[in-house]
């Protein structure tokens, strides 16, 4: 969602330049714009792939304030984004990582994945424009996340699944292992993909598996998971 962003809704990127600030209001909106002239949900399973190939179906406004402040809070600085398309919510994930390198020492890496090359260019000149070198602290993993993710991963503090739901629990047991003991993953859209998602919370749920799951009630949910690895 789009919100006002005023004195009872304060943007916790207030301080970013308004050239990347401007740009992501430009961005939500056009995402917005799109979403409200078409149903993701009723696209036939067998022509999604193409059907969205050039949507940008981006991360709600409201999300990415949200996860932005939670990777200031737990100084989340090697991040992993499974599903960029045109790279919105990654521009996020970059500010607060190079943030947190700032504060914190150590290096920043936001390693962002999407299997569409006309998409993943879209979002290289959208980071172009963002008026931000934090952009620099992209690695952007040109396409299937199974492929993408299956090596080159450090230790991870946050990942971030905002992609198609048969995707999330492949890309969450890859990153699994290099999971740090409290490692944060934000999955999009819990209740309305509530099906989708089954396979992965069955496993997030299992008892036993090390997560701890929460619903923050966002429009249409945003789940939060933690991790420490059972010991
Ligand atoms: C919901 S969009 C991501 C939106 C983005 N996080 C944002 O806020 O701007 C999901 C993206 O995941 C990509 N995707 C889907 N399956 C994928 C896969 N197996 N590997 C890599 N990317 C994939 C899609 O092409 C789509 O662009």
């Known amino acids: 969602m789009s919100i ?7 943007n916790p990127l207030a301080h970013a330049p308004s050239a990347t600030r401007a740009l992501l209001a430009r961005l939500h909106a056009a995402s917005l714009a799109q979403e409200s002239s078409f149903d993701l949900r009723a696209v036939p399973a067998d022509t999604f792939r193409t059907a969205v190939a050039d949507k940008f179906i981006a991360l709600d406004e409201d999300k990415c304030q949200f996860v932005y402040q939670l990777l200031r809070a737990t100084g989340a600085r090697a991040i992993v ?3 960029t398309s045109f ?3 990654t521009i996020y994930l970059a500010l607060a990582a190079a943030e947190n390198a700032a504060a914190l020492g150590g290096d920043a890496v936001v390693i962002g994945t999407e299997h569409e090359p006309e998409k993943a260019e879209r979002a290289r000149a ?3 424009e963002a008026g931000t070198r934090a952009v620099d602290v992209i690695d952007l993993r040109v396409g299937d996340l199974r492929e993408t993710l299956a090596s080159g991963l450090g230790q991870i503090d946050f990942l971030l699944l905002d992609i198609w739901t048969p995707m999330a629990l492949p890309a969450l047991k890859l990153v699994q292992p290099h999971l740090r003991p409290g490692a944060v993953i934000v999955a999009d859209n819990p209740v309305a993909s509530a099906k989708g998602y ?3 919370f069955d496993y997030v749920r299992a008892p036993g598996s090390g997560f701890t799951s929460i619903n923050v009630p966002y429009n249409n949910g945003l789940e939060m998971i933690v991790y420490y690895p059972p010991k």
């Open 81 to 83: 984004e499974a599903g």
């Open 87 to 89: 790279g919105v919510s």
């Open 126 to 128: 959208y980071w172009r």
């Open 4 to 10: 006002p962003n005023d004195a009872a809704h304060p």
């Open 198 to 200: 089954a396979e992965l």
